[in-house]
């Protein structure tokens, strides 16, 4: 059973590196080479674009540091430190990320996904701090876990979308994926709360 639950955080942060490494490869190959397919962006929302790329990988490399519990009760300063930049840095990327999904020229369908995960990203962020600033720290820990399943959105996707590609073409599996990176994430880690021993607000 340890053996287990070592592989999954394990696996967890093997992805999340991994998949934010590989984002900010823009910065060594340009993004006209490493992301044709928005470099579209990158020249009709410029400021949103850049925003994203750079702070969005930023916020899922910062995101499992949050639930080392040996970092957080060793140096609870580190802990707010590093939740003030995981913080700013989604502020400024799930902003350029409702700007992105809404110029999109995927389907209005795709934008949608993107926008409303954009939406819920920001506000389960913003709440889940402004309720540690409050030192309502039983509601803290819950609303960061929905965050961070919801940054977790960006590794769920890249799973998915070469299988949805093969199988429902691009269009159709892009259109699919932008609601699939996300919502299953949001009942897993609803799921998960229920389970766990993390305490509820009555709880505390
Ligand atoms: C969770 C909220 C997020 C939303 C709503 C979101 C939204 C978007 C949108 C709309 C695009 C442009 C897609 C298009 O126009 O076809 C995009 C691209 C991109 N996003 Fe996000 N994103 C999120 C999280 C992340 C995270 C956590 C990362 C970290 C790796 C990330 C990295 C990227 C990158 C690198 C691109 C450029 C295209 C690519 O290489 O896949 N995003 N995102």
């Known amino acids: 059973m340890v053996y287990v639950s070592r592989m999954r955080v394990f696996l967890v942060w093997f992805l999340c590196l991994g998949v ?6 823009f910065m060594a190959l340009g993004v006209e080479a490493s992301m044709d397919f928005v470099a579209y962006h990158a ?9 994203h790329i750079t702070l969005a990988p930023l916020a899922l ?6 639930f080392w519990k040996g970092l957080r009760t060793r140096r609870p300063d580190v802990h707010r430190w590093i939740g003030r930049v995981y913080g700013v840095s989604i ?4 902003i350029g990320s409702l700007l992105m999904a809404f110029g999109t020229t995927s389907s209005p369908v795709a934008a949608w996904g993107f926008g409303l995960l954009a939406v819920a990203w920001l506000g389960s962020t913003g709440y889940g701090i402004w309720l540690a600033r409050q030192g309502r720290i039983a509601e803290h820990q819950r609303w960061m876990i929905r965050s961070a399943g919801l940054t977790f959105a960006a590794v769920t996707l890249r799973v998915y979308l070469p299988f949805l590609f093969m199988t429902l073409g691009e269009e159709a599996g892009y259109t699919l994926v932008a609601w699939l990176c996300w919502v299953p994430n949001l009942v897993v880690t609803e799921w998960f709360l229920r389970r766990s021993n993390v305490p509820s607000p009555a709880a505390a």
């Not at 934010?20 to 490869?25: G, K, N, Q």
């Not at 020249?43 to 925003?51: M, T």
């Not at 502020?91 to 799930?94: C, D, M, T, V």
């Open 43 to 51: 020249v009709e929302r410029r400021w949103a674009f850049f925003a």
């Open 20 to 25: 934010a490494l590989a984002s900010w490869r």
């Open 61 to 66: 490399i910062l995101m499992p540091f949050q």
């Open 91 to 94: 502020l400024l990327a799930g």
